[in-house]
């Protein structure tokens, strides 16, 4: 049953909503100001808050904007005798889901309700499986080296600062990029990614900055390139040690001048991104070579993050191996819950891990389909290298 919040300051307002909603179905609370409505619904879950703007202690639009800088997810429906152009605007600026005059007409209020309903309803399933990715892109361990990254997550995640990870391959370094977005305050606008690697280099400056029609012979209409998409975001170039040179040089300059120019065009485009970068490479390597610029890895590196192999924190094992065991039992739902004998996790702890996390999460994925509730030292010898 929907749960719905009355905030007017007139009893017979109230009064006659409450006796609507009830009829419908809906579980009607009341509040009579703007104070007690606003205290009710940031400490319980409403669906709907129908909610005057003229009132005292507290005016509506001011509770619907505390509500939403609270991250209320509760949709509000302003209901005003001054039906006005402005009060209209202002409350949909501050996030109303609608705005209707009273007395309101009937059919009209009980579909805004409707309509209100399933947006609450969306909303809370899109928060659910946000958190639910938040879970799977979480960084798990308790070893120091770790730890160590974590801190430096928390540390430099609201700031505007250039990251650059490095790490092998495997060892979790687009989670950490992931992590960064999440903590920092250009939350909600994109995470583009671009792995560098998996673009071929005559194709790489079109990606990253995009082209005009007839740039080159199958340009045949403009792209948008990801550093527009990313524009007061996040860009995540992943595997920057296989970027050409040329191509570098384009981004160095795009993050001195924070302009681009697509390929093909003359117009220099205005843009606003924070840059995370990742690689495999011993890049300070890659510049003794004349493979990378010096310029730009200064650019890149002011932060630098260095994620471990996992076999650099074996302690970490089995934390990994059951967070896997969670998200690949989510993922099997046909599959029974399955957990690890002592024996089978002390056998993993053995295992090299050439592949690091993304290793061992194929393995526990592996051990889920193949072997019975109780996964044994002998599973993990048998299916563990099946891999290589």
Not at 141 to 146: F, L, W, Y
Not at 303 to 312: F, K, T, Y
Request: proline share 4%; hydrophobic share 40%.
């Amino acid at each position: 049953m929907a749960k719905i919040l009355v905030i007017d300051d007139e009893k017979s307002i109230r009064d006659a909503l409450r006796d609507i909603l009830e009829y419908e179905g809906y579980q009607v609370d009341e509040a009579k100001d703007g104070q007690e409505g606003l205290e009710m619904v940031l400490n319980a879950p409403y669906d709907v808050a129908l909610c005057d703007i003229k009132m005292p202690k507290l005016e509506g639009l001011d509770v619907l904007q505390k509500a939403k800088e609270e991250g209320s997810i509760t949709q509000f429906v302003m209901v005003s005798a001054f039906g006005n152009v402005e009060n209209a605007v202002e409350a949909t600026k501050r996030g109303a889901f609608d705005f209707i005059t009273k007395p309101p007409d009937l059919n009209r209020l009980l579909v805004t309700v409707r309509n209100a309903i399933e947006k609450a309803n969306d909303v809370e399933v899109i928060k659910t499986l946000k958190k639910r990715v938040y879970k799977k892109n979480e960084i798990v361990g308790e070893s120091a080296i770790i730890m160590k990254v974590k801190e430096t997550i928390d540390r430099v995640g609201p700031t505007e600062a250039r990251v650059l990870i490095t790490g092998p391959n495997g060892s979790g370094k687009e989670m950490v990029a992931k992590q960064i977005h999440e903590k920092s305050n250009r939350l909600k606008k994109p995470l583009i990614e671009v792995n560098c690697a998996a673009i071929p280099s005559e194709l790489i400056e079109s990606e990253l900055f995009g082209h005009e029609r007839g740039a080159f012979t199958s340009a045949v209409k403009q792209r948008i390139g990801k550093f527009e998409q990313a524009d007061n975001g996040t860009l995540f170039l992943d595997e920057i040690g296989d970027m050409s040179l040329s191509a570098q040089a384009k981004v160095l300059r795009a993050l001195q001048e924070g302009k681009i120019t697509r390929v093909g065009g003359e117009k220099e485009i205005k843009i606003n991104v924070r840059v995370l970068s990742a690689t495999n490479k011993d890049l300070k390597q890659a510049i003794a070579e004349n493979e990378f610029r010096e310029d730009l890895f200064h650019r890149l590196n002011v932060i630098p993050i260095h994620v471990p192999a996992l076999a650099d924190r074996a302690e970490d094992i089995p934390l990994l191996a059951e967070k896997f065991l969670q998200d690949v039992g989510e993922d099997y739902t046909d599959q029974p819950l399955k957990r690890f004998s002592p024996e089978a996790m002390e056998q993993m702890k053995k295992l090299p891990w050439t592949g690091n996390v993304r290793e061992l999460r194929n393995v526990v994925e592996r051990l889920v389909i193949m072997c019975g509730e109780v996964i044994q030292a002998d599973d993990v010898k048998l299916y563990a290298g099946m891999g290589l």
